[in-house]
Structures are given as structure tokens and as C-alpha cells.
């Protein structure tokens, strides 16, 4: 490449346009309604950094608790149909719905979103998803990076990554050290897939993908209003498990080492049948490679299933009961 060529490149010849990430930032920053925790944010989107105070309150072990996580590739049946609208409650939802398995209060997100070409209208429609889904799990909005990458990303290629920050007293946290023998695992139902599975999906659904497109976009369901209403009311929560990839396998995680669980069978909604009948896999595959139906469980004395049972009823949720735990 001679001299004179290279000095005709800039930014945006090169691939990157940097005016569309600022107007990009600018349409974020213009809406005006407050975020939750609004008191609490020194400063916010737009900063090299973000400031907030952390409401400790009365708290005797404060600790912080983070998470962070992506959709996977449900990102590319977003980006082959052109629907984003459910993917930031997608990206919130898995991260968030991993941080209150610890009884945690969600404060702030962050999201990560690259591209091999800035899609405004794409972007917008990701970023308003992921701002609605924000509120609806009561945490803010803080900040983010949006990458452009061409050659890395191609055509409308896109990955995202979200990063969630809480907060629980240690003294009061969930996990496997509360859990005691003749506990009972109690689920409460998922929206659909969630976000996991979808290098499956999309193969096994790929000849009539137009019929089940509506449902492998659901977005995932958010459960930071169940666990506010649970310790809102007191239940006694021992320990908490999101399910995502690995299915069932992720309820061991927060049993005490060596304890057993009697699992018991639940009814599958039947799109997961739907695959089962397509792939041949058994339910054992299934359940560790699916949700199955189930998207959140809690661990408890077997009395409190008729607290929980209203609870998840006020919240659109079903209830089943998985079984007993024990050393």
C-alpha cells in the first residue's frame, strides 16, 4: 500500500464510526426517566467511570456480589430475524437471576455490546430492552461499552455481555450452608428456553424456524420480584439456584457436599417435548441440557410450599415441588 493511500484512510473508511456510537450514547442518556437507586448515583452513563453510594442501612456484614454473563447464540436468531426487543431483558436476566441466588439486592448493570457494523436502530432496540429490564429488576443502568469491529463481527453479527453489582448482609446470606436435612427443593416455572441451548435450538428447529420463532425469543423471565416478595415476607430461604446451562446440575451447586437429592418429576411444557421428540435425547439429556420448564428454585422446609404457592400465583409463576434433600 503506497503512502498517499494510507493517508486517505481514517476511522471511518476503516470500518468504525465513531459519531454513531456518540449518537448512540446521547439517544441513552436523553431519556429522562430515573433509574432505581436514582439517589444513590453519583454519576452515571456517559463518565469514564461510574459513582454510586452503597446504601449499607443496617447491614452488619455488608458484601458485594457480582455476576456476569451473556445470551450465547441466541444472539444470532436475534440478529437473523431482526428482533431485539426481548434480548436486553435476556442479558439482564441472566446475570441479575444469578446474583439473587444469594439473597442479594441487585444495584447496577452494565452492558457490553459488539458489532461488526453500528446498527442504530438495532442497538436502540437492544438498549431500550435492556434499560425496561433494568427497571423491572430494580437496579441502574450505569454504564456501558458498545464495540465496533469490523473484521472480527461480520455482516450483522453482534455479541453482548452484561455485568451486575448487589448487595447482601454475609449474615444473612443464602447458600448451602443454610440448607438442613428434609429440605425440600421448590421451583418456580421459566418463561420458555431462557437463554440457554440454543446452538441446539436453532438446528433442531431450523427447517420450520418461522413457526418457532415467537417462542425461542421469549425473553427470560426476571425473578428479583420473587425474591423481594419472599423476604418481604419473611419466608425462610436457604439456599437459591438459577437455572440456566446445565439444567438440574446447577441445584446440586448449592447443596452441601455429598447430600443427596430425591429429585421428583414435574410436567414439561411441550415445546421442550417438541425437542425431545426431534433430538431423541432422553430425559436425563434433556433436563441437564434444557430448563424444562423450570427457571428458579429455592430450597426450604417442606411446610412453607403453601407460602410459596400464592406467592407464585400473584407473580405469574407455577410451583412445583422437586423433592427432599438430605446428607
Known sequence: MTQEKVEALNYRSAGVDVEAGDRLVDWLRAKKEPWPHQDQIVSGI????????????????????????GVGTKVKLAAESGNYQGLGQDLVA????????????????????ATGRLDLTAAQAFLA??????????????????????GVYQGNDFDCAGFA????????????????????????????FHSNGY???RRVFAEDLPHWQE?????????????KRLQTQAVEIHAAAHITGGG?????????????????????????????RRTGLSDEEMMKTLNCGIGFCVITR?????????????????????????P
Open 46 to 69: 456517559g463518565g469514564f467511570a461510574s459513582l454510586f453510594r452503597l446504601p449499607l442501612g443496617e447491614m452488619s456484614q455488608p458484601c458485594l456480589v457480582t455476576c456476569t454473563d
Open 94 to 113: 441472566m446475570c441479575v437471576n444469578d446474583l439473587i441466588c444469594s439473597g442479594a439486592k441487585p444495584l447496577l448493570f452494565l452492558d457490553y455490546y
Open 129 to 150: 430492552s435492556v434499560s425496561q429490564a433494568c427497571r423491572d429488576a430494580d437496579c441502574a443502568l450505569v454504564g456501558g461499552e458498545t464495540a465496533e469491529m469490523p
Open 165 to 192: 453489582v448487589g448487595l447482601v448482609d454475609e449474615a444473612k446470606a443464602w447458600g448451602a450452608h443454610r440448607v438442613q436435612a428434609g429440605d425440600r427443593v421448590f421451583a418456580f416455572s421459566s418463561s420458555g
Open 199 to 201: 446452538s441446539l435450538l
Open 215 to 227: 417462542e425461542l425469543l421469549k425473553p427470560t423471565a426476571l425473578y428479583v420480584n420473587l425474591v
Open 248 to 276: 438440574i446440575d446447577n441445584i446440586p451447586r448449592v447443596l452441601p457436599e455429598g447430600w443427596q437429592w430425591n429429585r421428583r418429576d414435574w410436567p414439561w411444557p411441550s415445546p421442550f417435548r417438541e425437542v425431545q
Open 302 to 326: 417442606p411446610q412453607l410450599s403453601q407460602t410459596l404457592e400464592p406467592i407464585a400465583k400473584a407473580l405469574g409463576f407455577h410451583l412445583f415441588d422437586l423433592g427432599e434433600v438430605q
